[in-house]
């Protein structure tokens, strides 16, 4: 996949994440396809799938869904844990997504290998990188090493990165500033359709929605928790 084409077809738009934990009542690769094939119905332009269900998710939804693929794996939930290592990237691409979203933070991969290596060896096996970021310094050196969109998912989740309970939509609006030619996707907390729209104002060219449209269990506490129960 080339970048004008994802572009063309998510420039705008909504991509929903479709994932679930390791003890999710929903952690199932037939469930999530079925999850994707509902979010493309509702009006996703793209489908970020895979993490703790890994490439048997992102294969399912690549071969139910006709948008753009945005696969991950995930090794852990500290440190680099977001498609970490080389090996890891190719296995997301040969299982059917044409994105790769990889941490892109500066800690040290548990390959060794550089971010610069992990984008060039996707782009050599004609993959595009999402790179994932918590702060501005992180976008732009991402884009230095040639990553083909900065994402705003690590926020909130490095320890040095600003805390937000919401979205951290100022981050969106600094990394667009810094990198006006790069597309900015912002990521982590959209919880609300306000939220979307204010990212798309901030001069994000995508927003990712995970939880709050595709786990149930979040959803309903949500109800629950203005109940007198
Ligand atoms: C930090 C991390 O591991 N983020 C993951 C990245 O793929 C997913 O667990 C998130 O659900 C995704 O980023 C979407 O965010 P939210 O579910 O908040 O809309």
Same mark, same amino acid.
């Not at 994440?17 to 952690?27: E, I, N």
């Not at 869904?65 to 696969?71: A, K, R």
């Not at 900065?150 to 490095?158: E, H, K, N, P, V």
């Not at 109800?223 to 007198?228: G, I, K, Q």
């Given at each position: 996949m080339n970048l004008t084409d994802l572009m063309t077809a998510i420039r705008g738009g909504l991509v929903v994440?479709?994932?679930?934990?390791?003890?999710?009542?929903?952690?199932d690769t037939a469930t999530i396809r079925r999850l994707a094939e509902a979010a493309v119905l509702g009006g996703a332009t793209a489908v970020r799938c895979g993490g703790v269900?890994?490439?048997a998710d992102i294969r399912a939804v690549a071969d139910a869904?006709?948008?753009?693929?945005? !696969?991950l794996t995930k090794r852990g939930d500290?440190?680099?844990? =977001?498609?970490? /290592?080389?090996?890891?990237a190719?296995?997301?691409?040969?299982?059917?997504?044409?994105v790769v979203a990889t941490d892109a933070t500066a800690r040290p991969r548990p390959d060794g290998a550089s971010l610069q290596d992990t984008v060039r060896a996707v782009h050599d096996a004609g993959g595009l990188v999402m790179a994932d970021v918590s702060t501005v310094a992180e !976008?732009?050196?991402?884009?230095a090493c040639g990553a083909d969109l =900065?994402?705003? /998912?690590?926020?909130?989740?490095?320890s040095y990165s600003t805390q937000l309970t919401g979205p951290d939509i100022a981050l969106v609006r600094e990394l667009t500033a810094e990198l006006p030619a790069v597309p900015v996707v912002a990521e982590g907390r959209y919880h609300r359709p306000e939220h979307v729209r204010q990212a798309l104002d901030a001069g994000a060219a995508a927003v990712v929605v995970g939880t709050a449209i595709t786990d149930p269990a979040?959803?309903?506490?949500?109800?629950?928790?203005?109940?007198?129960?």
């Open positions: 994440s479709c994932q679930a934990g390791p003890a999710h009542p929903l952690r269900g890994g490439l869904v006709t948008v753009p693929v945005v !696969g500290s440190g680099v844990f =977001i498609t970490p /290592t080389v090996a890891d190719l296995e997301v691409l040969a299982a059917g997504a044409g !976008g732009v050196a991402a884009a =900065i994402a705003t /998912t690590l926020s909130g989740y490095t979040w959803i309903t506490s949500r109800f629950a928790e203005v109940t007198d129960r």
